[in-house]
């Protein structure tokens, strides 16, 4: 075998595989579908990048091409999360109608959304509270800047803002605080340490060690940082952990705890409509998907007929109905189409091709499309959002029904194990990735920058490279804690809530079975 023949037989090999690979016959599953992993990561990816855009300012390019209308209008692709929510809720209902699998249980069903929801929701929501709300933290506008500054070494505040602190001059407090900030950010040697020290001093000469005390003490003053009494707090509170803050525009729009918790809450709201919906859609699917389209465009023509401003109804449930709709029925055309896929190679490959070329036409018109609500004025986004619902939800269904029949690079793009992995935590990230954001701004203020509190706004564009690292580190901050959250709170917590249930099953199974009793007369 002569040298040139030999170094070509690994190329030969590497090029046999990939043919293989590329040829290898598609499958679509009707149980376990991985593209839609791909499509949802892409969904929430866009979101987070919009709401890091609204603190950095920063356009993103490619090439000379300018994005900016994918951050502007980045909020739209949280009505894909809710369509996918909708087509994965329906698809075992698909099953039991066109495959004859059993109806799924509904005892099950609300099991199972508690478990995948409430341990890392109660968890932000008290994270939230905690470390945002009660403290005050939530913007410099909300900071108690007394409160910081008297955390600060006195001798050492003093040399930064060149004397002592007026007390009682509010806007002189918050211009001090803003001069005395290098000591948080570490510029003075020691600096947050020396704050914290002095503060537990101050503590231990307080309270002499009646730890309780000042227990009791913190708590009782904790209502009134931010939220002026009790009352307010307690209410924000308990409408998080029941999931009814949309109903209040102080616990929607106003609150500290938790800015995307809204989304969990309209999909627990749904989850609670979802069996009925699905027992009327297994026996007349057109009429039940009928009457959600009408009710959601219905309510649609009434919110912009009758009312001037949207903000507490364009993303309730009834707004999202039509978006649900669509999910449900394309798990029922998906089914339908999984049935229909011929086992033929030679036949699946002009069909994939066609699919994917179904999916580049979807997503040139989401282009379109978000470059129409991109371009909205400032006064008609929320009605243009309403208008265009339908539109962005017909699109972004095609291309959840195309995915897994598309060629096998596309699949293998939005089908992968990093996919796979992604997609698990991205519920967290999402939950987390706005409140990282704005603390890593307006309290930590990093990365470092020359124009804090507002280096996004300087002349000629947001401050370099304070832009760039600022979103390096709100994407890389936000991936980091939604992973350690996953694995930390929610896994856990579902394995706890799962071995609650398992006995609670036991016991009204058990309950169930055992013969009545009988009465002697």
């Given at each position: 075998?002569?040298?040139?023949?030999?170094?070509?037989?690994?190329?030969?090999?590497?090029?046999?595989?990939?043919?293989?690979?590329?040829?290898?016959?598609?499958t679509?599953?009707?149980?376990?579908?991985?593209?839609?992993n791909?499509?949802?990561v892409?969904?929430?990816?866009?979101?987070?990048?919009?709401?890091?855009?609204?603190?950095?300012?920063?356009?993103?390019?490619?090439?000379?091409?300018?994005?900016?209308?994918?951050?502007?209008?980045?909020?739209?692709?949280?009505d894909?999360?809710?369509l996918l929510?909708?087509?994965?809720?329906?698809?075992?209902?698909?099953?039991?109608?066109?495959?004859?699998?059993?109806?799924?249980?509904?005892?099950?069903?609300?099991q199972?959304?508690?478990?995948r929801?409430?341990?890392?929701?109660?968890?932000?929501?008290?994270?939230?509270?905690?470390?945002?709300?009660?403290?005050?933290?939530?913007?410099?506008?909300?900071?108690?800047?007394a409160?910081?500054?008297r955390w600060?070494?006195?001798?050492?505040?003093?040399?930064?803002i060149g004397g002592?602190?007026?007390?009682?001059d509010?806007?002189?407090?918050?211009?001090?605080?803003?001069?005395?900030?290098p000591?948080?950010?570490?510029?003075?040697?020691?600096?947050?340490?020396?704050?914290l020290?002095?503060?537990?001093?101050?503590v231990a000469?307080t309270y002499?060690?009646?730890?309780?005390?000042?227990?009791?003490d913190?708590?009782?003053?904790?209502?009134?940082?931010?939220?002026g009494d009790?009352?307010?707090?307690w209410?924000d509170?308990?409408?998080?952990?029941?999931?009814?803050?949309?109903?209040?525009?102080?616990?929607?729009?106003?609150t500290?705890?938790g800015?995307?918790s809204?989304?969990?809450?309209?999909?627990?709201?749904?989850?609670?409509?979802?069996?009925l919906?699905a027992?009327?859609?297994?026996?007349?699917?057109?009429?039940?998907?009928?009457?959600?389209?009408?009710?959601?465009?219905?309510f649609?023509?009434?919110?912009?007929?009758s009312?001037?401003?949207?903000?507490?109804?364009?993303?309730q449930v009834?707004?999202f109905?039509?978006?649900?709709a669509?999910?449900?029925?394309s798990a029922?055309l998906?089914?339908?189409?999984?049935?229909?896929?011929?086992k033929?190679?030679?036949?699946?490959?002009?069909l994939?091709?066609?699919?994917?070329v179904?999916?580049?036409?979807?997503?040139?018109?989401?282009?379109?499309?978000?470059?129409?609500?991109?371009?909205?004025?400032?006064?008609g986004?929320?009605?243009?959002q309403?208008?265009?619902?339908?539109?962005?939800?017909?699109?972004?269904?095609?291309?959840?029904?195309?995915?897994?029949?598309?060629?096998?690079?596309v699949?293998?793009?939005?089908?992968?194990?990093?996919?796979?992995?992604?997609?698990?935590?991205?519920?967290?990230?999402?939950?987390?990735?706005?409140?990282?954001?704005?603390y890593?701004?307006?309290?930590?203020?990093?990365?470092?920058?020359?124009n804090?509190?507002?280096?996004?706004?300087?002349?000629?564009?947001?401050?370099?490279?304070?832009?760039?690292?600022?979103?390096?580190l709100c994407?890389?901050?936000?991936?980091l804690?939604?992973?350690?959250v996953?694995?930390?709170?929610e896994?856990?917590?579902?394995?706890?809530?799962?071995?609650?249930?398992g006995?609670?099953?036991?016991?009204?199974?058990?309950r169930?079975?055992s013969?009545p009793?009988t009465?002697?007369?």
């Amino acid at each position: 075998m002569s040298e040139q023949t030999a170094s070509s037989m690994p190329v030969q090999r590497a090029r046999s595989i990939f043919r293989r690979w590329l040829n290898r016959p598609c499958t679509p599953g009707v149980h376990h579908i991985p593209e839609l992993n791909g499509l949802r990561v892409l969904l929430v990816f866009i979101v987070s990048w919009y709401h890091f855009w609204q603190q950095s300012w920063l356009t993103p390019h490619v090439g000379s091409t300018s994005l900016d209308f994918l951050v502007r209008a980045g909020y739209v692709p949280v009505d894909g999360t809710i369509l996918l929510s909708g087509f994965l809720l329906f698809l075992p209902h698909a099953r039991a109608m066109l495959l004859g699998e059993r109806v799924p249980d509904l005892r099950g069903f609300y099991q199972k959304r508690v478990m995948r929801i409430v341990p890392s929701y109660y968890f932000v929501t008290l994270v939230m509270l905690f470390a945002v709300a009660l403290p005050g933290l939530w913007s410099n506008a909300n900071t108690s800047y007394a409160d910081q500054l008297r955390w600060m070494p006195q001798a050492e505040l003093e040399q930064l803002i060149g004397g002592t602190p007026v007390w009682g001059d509010q806007a002189a407090l918050q211009e001090a605080y803003l001069k005395a900030w290098p000591l948080w950010k570490g510029t003075t040697p020691n600096g947050p340490a020396m704050a914290l020290s002095e503060r537990m001093q101050w503590v231990a000469d307080t309270y002499q060690g009646d730890v309780l005390q000042y227990i009791k003490d913190w708590m009782g003053n904790l209502s009134a940082v931010y939220y002026g009494d009790k009352a307010a707090m307690w209410e924000d509170i308990i409408r998080h952990l029941t999931f009814t803050q949309t109903f209040d525009y102080a616990t929607y729009i106003s609150t500290p705890i938790g800015v995307a918790s809204w989304t969990i809450a309209i999909e627990m709201q749904a989850y609670l409509l979802f069996p009925l919906l699905a027992w009327c859609a297994r026996r007349k699917p057109l009429a039940t998907f009928g009457f959600m389209m009408a009710a959601a465009l219905g309510f649609r023509c009434w919110c912009l007929w009758s009312l001037k401003d949207y903000n507490m109804v364009v993303n309730q449930v009834i707004n999202f109905l039509d978006v649900y709709a669509i999910g449900m029925a394309s798990a029922l055309l998906y089914v339908k189409l999984t049935t229909l896929w011929p086992k033929d190679r030679r036949l699946q490959l002009p069909l994939s091709a066609a699919a994917t070329v179904i999916i580049a036409l979807a997503f040139w018109g989401l282009i379109i499309a978000l470059k129409a609500q991109a371009g909205t004025p400032q006064s008609g986004l929320q009605a243009g959002q309403m208008v265009r619902r339908p539109v962005f939800a017909l699109l972004l269904a095609a291309v959840t029904l195309a995915l897994p029949f598309a060629l096998r690079p596309v699949r293998f793009l939005f089908g992968n194990r990093l996919m796979g992995l992604l997609a698990m935590v991205s519920m967290n990230y999402y939950l987390f990735h706005q409140n990282i954001a704005v603390y890593l701004k307006t309290r930590l203020q990093l990365p470092a920058s020359a124009n804090y509190p507002t280096p996004n706004m300087i002349s000629g564009g947001p401050e370099q490279p304070w832009a760039d690292q600022y979103m390096a580190l709100c994407f890389g901050g936000s991936l980091l804690v939604a992973i350690a959250v996953t694995f930390l709170v929610e896994k856990p917590g579902a394995r706890l809530l799962g071995k609650g249930f398992g006995k609670l099953n036991a016991a009204w199974d058990r309950r169930k079975s055992s013969p009545p009793r009988t009465h002697n007369s």
